[in-house]
């Protein structure tokens, strides 16, 4: 009897009825991603520790939509794996979080009603809680790319947790987050610059973060300023989020993928965007070749010149434009 790498249709909460890498066994099937790395899915069954069971299955049919599901959190999960690691491929030609080809694992339903996600280098896996009423689980696309994104950034610039470094390595993972969601172009997970929005994690329809204008949270800061190194990782990110944004769409009122945003500058000059693939490349590029562990924004902006530089030209547009957007955030002059 056959075994080995197969594809199975798995209906998520959050990303509808999708197509997932799965493995046949001797007994079913389970949420063993064959073709990128072997990436397993687990059920953490609410602990808090260890690894969990892995997804098994008698058909190669899972979840159904509801959190009530318990393969519903997995398919989302596994799915979120599955297109980060596409993209990261795809994209970035690179093989997983190390560029090795080693795959990661994810966690889901962690604990009980736990908000949150997150990402664990001594794992080396991602981890989901479910969320409010163990209802709404931390598994949308966007988080899933980011959570896996710091992961990427731990294998290369290696961004210390605090300060301002801190808070650029949290912008790497919104940043990458989103350009996972963009890449997935999965209707029922449109890519927008807002994170968390499938997830209406503050109750009333919010999204966790926006890229376009980051103070919109009530927190984040949307320039930099001396001092910014002070706030929680996930509000120094602001600026770096606003730059991506900036960067890639451009300042004023603009609707991209039916989602509508009015990015401000700091000096109220306006900046025209390269376009989200050249930002993309330009961050891809300066965290995993410029970027270092204390890199902070001051750091940041000679990072994206030199990667600039190198996929553009010293003084191109596109090059002057990056730096017109560092000082449309308040970084350089
Ligand atoms: N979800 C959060 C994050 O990935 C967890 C944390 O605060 N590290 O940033
Ligand atoms: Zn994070």
Known sequence: QYQGIETGTGTGQYNGKVTIGTTKTSKGYTLTD????????????????????????????????????????????????????????????????????????????????????????????????????????????????????????????????????????????????????????????????????QININGDGTPLRYMDKPSKDGSSADYWYSGVGNLDVHYSSGPANHFFYLLSEGSGAKTVNGFSYDSPTKDGKPVPGIGRANAEKVWYKALTQYMTSTTDYAGARTATLQAAADLFGQGSATYNTVANTWAAIGVGS
């Not at 979120?80 to 491929?89: I, L, P, V």
């Not at 993972?173 to 994170?195: C, K, M, Q, R, W």
């Open 34 to 197: 064959g073709s990128r790395g072997g990436h397993k899915t687990y059920d953490l069954k609410q602990r808090t520790s260890g690894t969990g069971t892995l997804f098994t299955n008698s058909t190669d049919t899972w979840g159904n939509g509801s959190n009530s599901n318990r393969q519903t959190a997995g398919v989302d999960a596994h799915y979120g794996a599955q297109e980060t690691w596409d993209y990261y491929k795809n994209v970035h030609g690179r093989t997983g979080i190390r560029g090795d080809g080693v795959a990661a694992y994810s966690r889901t339903h962690y604990g009980n009603s736990y908000v949150n996600a997150f990402w664990d280098d001594s794992c080396f896996c991602m981890t989901y809680g479910d969320g409010a009423n163990n209802a709404q689980p931390l598994t949308a696309l966007d988080v899933a790319g980011h959570e896996m994104s710091h992961g990427v950034t731990s294998a290369t610039a290696g961004l210390d947790y605090s300060d301002e470094s801190g808070g650029l390595n949290e912008a790497t993972s919104d940043i990458f987050g989103t350009s996972v969601e963009f890449y997935a172009n999965n209707p029922a997970a449109p890519g927008n610059y807002l994170i968390g929005e």
